[in-house]
């Protein structure tokens, strides 16, 4: 079993930064790709960012694009979200997720495994 662990969330002004952290642990081996999606209460689930495990190829969302980085440490199996110039559209509660299958990295429907989210809250 995998469990993802989402930690970084907080309260910020806007123009700053945050730094999301996801720890996997547990059977880590097939992780193809992992992914960050954001939700707001009656909002569908958006994507944000996805690292391709091995290659590490990374993929953005146009709303997100230059202002936040997607990282990625194998050895430690954590991958990163670095947040910067955030504004208040971006508050939402952020997720990982884990993919073990070529997918489209864009679609959370296709992951297999989620955190339990953590709150980011950007002040105007």
């Known amino acids: 079993q995998v469990q993802l662990v989402e930690s970084g969330g907080g309260l910020v002004q806007a123009g700053g930064s945050l730094r999301l952290s996801c720890a996997i642990s547990g059977r880590t081996s097939g992780t193809i790709g992992m992914g960050w999606f954001r939700q707001i209460p009656g909002k569908e689930r958006e994507f944000v960012s996805a690292v391709i495990w091995t290659a590490g190829t990374t993929y953005y969302a146009d709303a997100v694009k230059g202002r936040f980085t997607i990282s990625k440490d194998n050895a430690k199996n954590t991958v990163y979200l670095q947040m910067n110039s955030l504004l208040p559209e971006d508050t939402a509660v952020y997720y990982c997720?884990?993919?073990?299958?070529?997918?489209?990295?864009?679609?959370?429907?296709?992951?297999?495994?989620w955190g339990q989210g953590t709150q980011v809250t950007v002040s105007s």
């Open positions: 997720a884990r993919a073990t299958r070529p997918v489209n990295l864009r679609a959370g429907r296709l992951y297999d495994d």
